[in-house]
């Protein structure tokens, strides 16, 4: 058996609201999920915004633990998508802006580490779609 903690299920309710829209909850926190895209995000936006959340938290979380002097990191994803059903993502750019005096070799580092051991999102992806990831340090 292994020593790792067993974490608790993640649970997500969603309640059909109008058109294509549902109002969606995770424990205490509430979205709204758009088919449009204008009373919140789509579902291929959302599924966006946690992948380059997710490896956006474990570069910061990488990078302070390394005790490097990271003052600002931004994230820009691109996603491409097939263009036709289920149209899934087919590409992904994904570019970060680190403000500080990080090395280069510490923040590819910390991507390589997202992407290969941490980043739960992206594991669950499929992993025959393109995805590059690149940074610049201002």
Known sequence: MSN???R???IVELEWDAELRVHATAGEN????DSAGQAGPSPMQALAIALAGCMEMDLIHILQKGRHDLR???ARLIGHRAPED??????VALH????????????QRAIDLSREKYCSVWSSMRQDMK???TF???
């Open 8 to 10: 608790p299920p993640t």
């Open 136 to 138: 610049d340090i201002s």
């Open 86 to 91: 289920p149209r899934r993502f087919t590409e």
């Open 131 to 133: 995805f590059d990831v």
């Open 4 to 6: 790792a903690q067993k």
């Open 96 to 107: 970060f802006t680190i403000s500080g005096p990080v090395p280069a070799p510490a923040v």
């Open 30 to 33: 509430s979205l709204t999920i």
């Open 72 to 74: 600002g990191l931004r």
